[in-house]
């Protein structure tokens, strides 16, 4: 079946410490974006890209970096920079420019410990 | 029950009842808008969207409907189950992103 699948799904972090997280999606989707839920909250849209070898930031980029070298893949880093990164971190795809039909992954819950 | 604050973060009803979900948008050119269904731990679903050239739309269990004029979302859910508790999410899609908004958590009372 095609998906988004998001690793790990649970992860830890020591202050100071670059941790990346994976998207991958075999659903052959041109965009794809990461956002961050805190407790209780929505989501908040980080990076985006919408096609191989582009990204945007979103609305909190701060601390945070990506990548698009394949059109299955879309890693999220999450710097030192990053005060406060404890949440639950989500990845989407879409097929098109047109934004219909958003897939989401599973999610990974990070801790920084 | 009926949601009528436009930041209400909770609601509950009983089993069997129709629900209905609130959600103000932000942007008058959002041309697109869908409902998610987040459970605890997991990824938002989808539930049913809507285009703005529409105002109502109608899915299983579930009809949307849309206010152009006051920037305004709601969803309907008819005979509410234990299963449908949740936190719902309206989103829009404004400038190629999709635009959450804060969410409404959905109890039902057996």
């Known amino acids: 079946d095609g998906g988004i699948t998001q690793s790990p799904k649970y992860l830890f972090r020591k202050e100071g410490q670059n941790v990346t997280l994976s998207c991958e999606q075999n659903?052959?989707?041109?965009?794809m974006y990461w956002y961050r839920q805190d407790p209780g909250q929505g989501l908040r849209l980080i990076y985006y890209?919408?096609?191989?070898?582009?990204?945007q930031k979103g609305d909190i980029a701060e601390g945070y970096s990506v990548s698009r070298e394949k059109k299955e893949s879309f890693p999220l880093t999450v710097t030192s920079a990053q005060k406060n990164p404890t949440a639950f971190y989500l990845c989407?795809?879409?097929?098109?420019?047109?934004?219909?039909?958003?897939?989401f992954g599973s999610g990974t819950r990070l801790t920084v410990v | 029950g009926e949601n009528v604050g436009l930041h209400l973060p909770t609601l509950s009803v009983q089993e069997g009842d129709n629900s209905i979900i609130n959600c103000a948008y932000s942007?008058?050119?959002?041309?697109?808008f869908i409902w998610y269904k987040q459970e605890s731990g997991k990824g938002p679903q989808f539930i049913i969207d809507?285009?703005?050239?529409?105002d109502k739309r109608q899915g299983q269990r579930v009809t949307v409907l849309l206010n152009k004029t006051v920037k305004h979302l709601s969803l309907q859910i008819a005979a509410t189950q234990p299963g449908d508790s949740a936190v719902y999410f309206c989103?829009?899609?404004?400038?190629?992103?999709?635009?959450f908004g804060q969410g409404t958590e959905l109890s039902v009372k057996p």
């Open positions: 989103a829009e899609t404004s400038g190629g992103k999709l635009i």
């Open positions: 942007n008058s050119a959002s041309d697109y």
């Open positions: 809507i285009r703005s050239n529409m």
């Open positions: 890209s919408q096609i191989v070898n582009d990204f």
């Open positions: 659903l052959n989707h041109d965009a």
């Open positions: 989407a795809s879409t097929p098109n420019r047109d934004r219909d039909g958003y897939t």
